[in-house]
């Protein structure tokens, strides 16, 4: 695995994990392409682990703010006091991120034996690549919600989640759209697609890290320089999506999607 290779993958990563484009099915074709020997699972960990530490550092305020508020009404509901409106809605957005969570895993553990399969067969990368482009058109007849996300559109986002384990569809695609079309408002959907993303991101990390930390040996330099890369590239791009979101134009990556899957099938 070369040095250049792994800046590569880094950048890759920080692009696709945010802008609605699939980071694992890019990945996987990168991979292919550069015919990328030793432990890829690893890799996709570290560019991972970077991707997790962009969300931190965007949503550092919210989170802190959230953190905070859900201890005060989940403190005052015990003990049977009033709870401020900003501080009730800090503790369901922490409810519903958990209702999220407990419907990605069980989609997510059941599809996981197949990933990496899939992950090696470009044609049907290219197919959910082809997925993700429909989703992402279907946000042209989204209205401007108006609601904030809460347990029971928790779960029809939670199972987009889980779906998105699958190699060329979109996380943050599936479940921004997911919560457009429940009637979310553009900058919530986004804001919560990836607060939702943070304890999957993190369990993926520590479990897949786990299993495989025995293979870092002497390329840990290497996954250090792709966390970094793709930390620091997500950051921006995560910036943009929040202004494509806002102002509607995720069905613009469609247009990049289509013709890359069809080319990925056609191989």
């Known amino acids: 695995m070369e040095w250049l290779w792994v800046i590569v993958l880094g950048v890759v990563q920080g692009v696709a994990e945010f802008l609605p484009i699939s980071s694992s099915g890019h990945l996987a074709v990168m991979q292919e392409w550069l015919g990328m020997e030793g432990p890829r699972l690893l890799m996709n960990v ?42 009730r809605a800090a503790l369901s957005t922490i409810l519903a991120v958990g209702v999220a969570t407990l419907v990605t895993l069980p989609v997510a553990l059941l599809l996981r034996d197949r990933v990496e399969i899939l ?20 946000t042209w007849v989204t209205g401007k919600g108006r609601r904030r996300v809460g347990w029971a559109m928790a779960l029809g986002i939670g199972l987009a989640q889980g779906l998105a384990v699958l190699p060329g569809i979109s996380r943050s695609g599936v479940t921004i759209v997911a919560a457009l079309l429940m009637g979310a408002r553009r900058d919530e959907a986004v ?77």
Request: net charge neutral; charged share 15%; hydrophobic share 55%.
């Open 46 to 87: 570290a560019l991972h682990a970077g991707t997790f530490v962009s969300i931190l550092v965007v949503y550092r305020t919210d989170l802190l703010e959230t953190g905070r508020g859900g201890l005060r009404a989940a403190g005052g509901l015990a003990r049977r006091r009033p709870v401020e409106d900003h501080d």
């Open 119 to 138: 992950g090696e067969d470009l044609a049907a990368v290219g197919g959910f690549f082809l997925i993700t482009a429909l989703v992402l058109a279907g």
């Open 191 to 267: 804001r919560f697609s990836f607060l939702a993303a943070l304890p999957v991101l993190l369990g993926a990390i520590v479990l897949e890290g786990g299993l495989e930390g025995a293979e870092i040996g002497r390329l840990w330099p290497m996954y250090l320089a792709g966390a970094l890369t793709s930390a620091v590239v997500g950051w921006i791009c995560l910036k943009v999506l929040i202004r494509v979101t806002v102002s509607n134009g995720l069905p613009f990556f469609a247009l990049y999607l289509v013709p890359l899957g069809l080319v990925l099938m056609l191989m």
